[in-house]
């Protein structure tokens, strides 16, 4: 049973999942900003993967893949950062459920195999990448991200058809992303108007947990993620907290300790 699946065996509600910028905000924070995270209280990570034309995100995620990429971050850097988090070194040592997020053109260039397998060796347990599609997923490379052990996780919008969502549940693994409203990141959603959209994905008893993201950016909007769902993911909210940041270990504090309060 992979990471993720134990998490959601253990945990059934107000999962707490955190996404960071590789290489943000400098170009070693990475390993520092998982530990932190883990400190605090987040249940699982999602590691965004720099990239120039970032279309699902906002401008706060944005500016931090600018900036990331500025610092020399790449795939391959953030692959020889992480291929020691899951070894203890002294009292550190990763052990929360790690995604990775990117975009399918760099992955491409990588060569999509090799992207697989050295996630793998270094405990990555999912993927997300947006653009890719899903036929081209089923019948090209599921093969692939399962022959790696590698949970792959689709996101899904309120105008996604109940046909194509009951598709996406079929062929995911871990959980499913469920974007608040169909916008970019770090948008002012008001998730009251949501409820609905939350409503129907319960009734329509995917096998799947689903995480709410897009829009939650404090304990209010966390809580309200929750309610009809098994938890929430924040991103542009965190990239903020550590914008202005010379200490992340006590923005992360500050940060995780008024969300989940």
Same mark, same amino acid.
């Given at each position: ?37 883990? *400190? ?6 999602? =590691?965004?993967? &720099?990239?120039? @034309?970032?279309?699902?995100?906002? %401008?706060? +995620? ?14 391959? *850097? ?6 020691? =988090?899951?070894? &203890?070194?002294? @009292?550190?040592?990763?052990?929360? %459920?790690? +995604? ?162």
């Amino acid at each position: 049973m992979s990471r993720i699946k134990d998490l959601f065996s253990a945990k059934h509600h107000n999962i707490l999942n955190v996404y960071c910028t590789a290489g943000y905000p400098q170009l070693n924070s990475t390993t520092e900003v998982l530990l932190a995270l883990q *400190k605090y209280g987040a249940d699982m990570v999602e =590691i965004g993967i &720099p990239y120039s @034309d970032p279309l699902a995100d906002g %401008p706060v +995620i944005q500016q931090s893949n600018m900036a990331a990429l500025k610092n020399g971050m790449s795939i391959h *850097k953030l692959f020889d950062q992480l291929k020691n =988090i899951r070894t &203890p070194s002294g @009292d550190e040592i990763f052990k929360l %459920p790690l +995604i990775l997020m990117g975009y399918l053109n760099p992955v491409m260039q990588y060569g999509i195999e090799k992207f697989c397998e050295e996630a793998e060796a270094i405990g990555v347990d999912g993927i997300i990448l947006p653009d890719l599609p899903l036929y081209e997923f089923e019948t090209e490379y599921k093969e692939i991200f399962q022959r790696n052990g590698l949970d792959f996780i689709f996101l899904i919008t309120p105008e996604t058809s109940t046909e194509r969502i009951k598709k996406i549940d079929e062929l995911s693994t871990g959980f499913i992303y469920a974007v608040s409203s169909s916008s970019t990141t770090g948008k002012d959603t008001d998730l009251g108007l949501q409820q609905e959209y939350f409503k129907k994905l319960k009734h329509l008893q995917l096998k799947n947990p689903i995480l709410v993201g897009f829009g939650i950016r404090d304990n209010k909007t966390f809580k309200s993620a929750c309610q009809h769902t098994d938890g929430a993911i924040i991103g542009s909210a965190y990239i903020k907290a550590l914008q202005n940041s010379d200490d992340i270990n006590l923005s992360t504090e500050i940060f995780l300790k008024e969300i989940l309060k």
